[in-house]
């Protein structure tokens, strides 16, 4: 581990510590498919896929032809003052491949963050209103746009405001952990009867522009709505004239099993917001909205020097056809559903497994210190993921309380490898329900 604490230390020296939420000292070195090796030559399985976007690997060949192909002929010009072919031939793939059976526009950016910037100022011009609806539990990005959408943690905003105004957040339908102690079916979609009194009695709906959404939220801890209630809620939003804006930048590009998660669902959204995979890590960024809602904005009002760049959309492109000529919307729902199905075995072992749920290969593993009272566990949790990563498994927590043990490999994992790596996080957990991970771990991890 020399060299890798050598490196973490001089990080710590001159790297802004606000953009890091450390676990162990892991130090990449090179990555390929599900692996991944450290600078002092450790492998690891990568149970977390650069954060959701190393969605067909890491270092795809297909990819880095593409990469290679393109830096040879121009890396930059700016689309803002000029013409070049990737970008539409991109627009139109995404535009093909997103739910809607309408014309579409696509305006591109650079992270998912801006995306979600871009729907605030998308939705306002479109429509001529200025409010926005949001859900607690959140997690949209970090520049002030989606930092204002987000309500994952009070921590993330502190000292940062004043943050947009005009923005409204709902109960999220957790039905594990209810904010109103309430159980499905039985309470009748009863987050869904806030949003109705939200509207009747103190935000006027025809003053809202949109309502932005996660279709399963992730960084809340794969949270999964009831099969009716993004119906309802697109009922709700037409029956207004707000903007249904599906947030896919986690969710997108069969992760969950489907190309996008909302179509879980059958509903159609106004615009879908994606980024993080697009692109297999290269930035990037979109919004495909309905063309009429891009025809009322104009530029600059979402305008990137560097949006579109030409290595990322030649990138981004060759993603999409190995998505599309491997089905792996259709490998990641059956892949994941055997990894569902190991994983609520494991639940019959260790009592410290309160829940399991996701979609796909989006899934998270609720750790509770106690089944009946559902208290998270975040200790128990960040141990796993310590002892995990000791025996070669890249994995980490998260969610609202940070006990929530977060599976998403590459969506092109082996057999084996999955073998291997679930075979690791059982012993790892096994590890910290014996009390064999120290406490004095958790002084190097500050984590969700």
């Given at each position: 581990?020399?060299?890798?604490?050598?490196?973490?230390?001089?990080d710590?020296?001159?790297?802004?510590?606000?953009?890091?939420?450390?676990?162990?000292?892991?130090?990449?070195?090179?990555?390929?498919g599900?692996?991944i090796w450290?600078?002092?030559?450790?492998?690891?399985?990568?149970?977390?896929?650069?954060?959701?976007v190393?969605?067909?690997?890491?270092?795809?060949?297909e990819?880095?032809r593409?990469?290679?192909?393109?830096?040879k002929?121009?890396i930059?010009?700016?689309l803002?003052?000029?013409y070049?072919?990737?970008?539409?031939?991109?627009?139109?793939?995404?535009?093909?491949?997103?739910?809607g059976?309408?014309?579409?526009?696509?305006?591109?950016g650079?992270?998912?963050?801006?995306?979600?910037d871009?729907?605030?100022?998308?939705?306002r011009?479109?429509?001529?209103?200025?409010?926005?609806?949001?859900?607690?539990?959140?997690y949209?990005?970090?520049?002030?746009?989606?930092l204002?959408?987000?309500?994952?943690?009070?921590?993330?905003?502190?000292?940062?405001?004043?943050?947009l105004?005009?923005?409204?957040?709902?109960p999220?339908?957790?039905?594990y952990?209810?904010?109103?102690g309430?159980?499905?079916?039985?309470?009748?979609?009863?987050?869904l009867?806030?949003?109705?009194?939200?509207?009747?009695?103190l935000?006027?709906?025809?003053?809202?522009?949109?309502?932005?959404?996660?279709?399963?939220?992730?960084d809340a801890?794969?949270?999964?709505?009831?099969?009716d209630?993004?119906?309802?809620?697109k009922?709700?939003?037409?029956?207004?004239?707000?903007?249904?804006?599906d947030?896919?930048?986690?969710?997108?590009?069969?992760?969950t099993?489907r190309?996008?998660?909302?179509?879980?669902?059958?509903?159609?959204?106004?615009a879908v917001?994606v980024?993080?995979?697009?692109?297999?890590?290269?930035?990037?960024?979109?919004?495909?909205?309905?063309?009429?809602?891009?025809?009322?904005?104009?530029?600059?009002?979402?305008?990137?020097?560097?949006?579109?760049n030409?290595?990322s959309?030649a990138a981004?492109i060759?993603?999409?056809?190995v998505?599309?000529?491997?089905?792996?919307?259709?490998?990641?729902?059956?892949?994941?559903?055997?990894?569902?199905?190991?994983?609520?075995?494991?639940?019959?072992?260790f009592?410290?497994?309160?829940?399991?749920?996701?979609?796909?290969l989006?899934?998270?593993?609720?750790?509770?210190?106690?089944?009946?009272?559902?208290?998270?566990?975040?200790?128990?949790?960040?141990?796993?993921?310590?002892?995990?990563?000791?025996?070669?498994?890249?994995?980490?927590?998260?969610?609202?309380?940070g006990?929530?043990?977060?599976?998403?490999?590459?969506l092109?994992?082996?057999?084996?490898?999955?073998?291997?790596?679930?075979?690791?996080l059982?012993?790892?957990?096994?590890?910290?329900?014996?009390?064999?991970?120290?406490?004095?771990?958790?002084?190097?991890?500050?984590?969700?």
């Amino acid at each position: 581990m020399k060299k890798c604490l050598e490196v973490v230390e001089r990080d710590r020296r001159v790297i802004s510590q606000a953009s890091r939420l450390a676990y162990y000292p892991l130090v990449v070195s090179r990555a390929e498919g599900a692996k991944i090796w450290d600078a002092d030559g450790n492998e690891y399985i990568d149970f977390l896929s650069g954060a959701a976007v190393t969605n067909i690997g890491h270092c795809h060949p297909e990819v880095v032809r593409a990469i290679e192909s393109q830096a040879k002929r121009f890396i930059h010009n700016t689309l803002g003052y000029s013409y070049y072919e990737l970008p539409v031939i991109l627009a139109e793939r995404l535009a093909s491949l997103t739910p809607g059976g309408f014309r579409k526009r696509v305006a591109f950016g650079l992270s998912g963050s801006d995306a979600n910037d871009g729907a605030i100022k998308l939705a306002r011009s479109a429509t001529g209103r200025q409010k926005i609806i949001s859900y607690l539990g959140s997690y949209h990005g970090t520049t002030y746009g989606a930092l204002t959408l987000s309500a994952a943690s009070p921590h993330m905003k502190r000292g940062l405001g004043p943050l947009l105004p005009e923005v409204y957040h709902i109960p999220y339908p957790d039905c594990y952990r209810c904010p109103f102690g309430l159980e499905h079916p039985g309470c009748g979609l009863h987050c869904l009867g806030y949003m109705k009194e939200l509207l009747r009695l103190l935000i006027p709906p025809d003053e809202v522009a949109a309502l932005v959404l996660e279709p399963i939220q992730g960084d809340a801890g794969v949270i999964v709505p009831p099969q009716d209630f993004w119906v309802e809620v697109k009922r709700i939003c037409e029956e207004h004239g707000i903007l249904f804006i599906d947030e896919e930048v986690q969710t997108g590009f069969c992760r969950t099993g489907r190309w996008f998660a909302i179509e879980h669902w059958g509903v159609e959204p106004d615009a879908v917001l994606v980024a993080k995979p697009i692109a297999s890590g290269l930035p990037m960024s979109a919004i495909i909205s309905r063309s009429e809602l891009m025809e009322r904005w104009s530029a600059p009002a979402h305008l990137f020097t560097t949006e579109a760049n030409p290595v990322s959309c030649a990138a981004a492109i060759a993603t999409l056809e190995v998505m599309e000529r491997e089905r792996l919307h259709e490998r990641a729902e059956r892949v994941g559903g055997y990894v569902m199905k190991r994983l609520e075995e494991l639940m019959g072992r260790f009592e410290l497994i309160g829940e399991v749920r996701g979609r796909g290969l989006l899934i998270g593993v609720d750790l509770v210190k106690d089944r009946r009272t559902r208290e998270p566990a975040r200790a128990e949790a960040l141990k796993v993921c310590w002892r995990a990563w000791e025996r070669g498994l890249v994995m980490i927590s998260f969610g609202r309380f940070g006990n929530v043990l977060r599976i998403a490999p590459p969506l092109t994992i082996g057999n084996e490898e999955l073998e291997r790596a679930l075979g690791i996080l059982e012993e790892s957990i096994d590890d910290v329900t014996k009390g064999r991970v120290p406490d004095t771990v958790l002084r190097e991890m500050s984590a969700w």
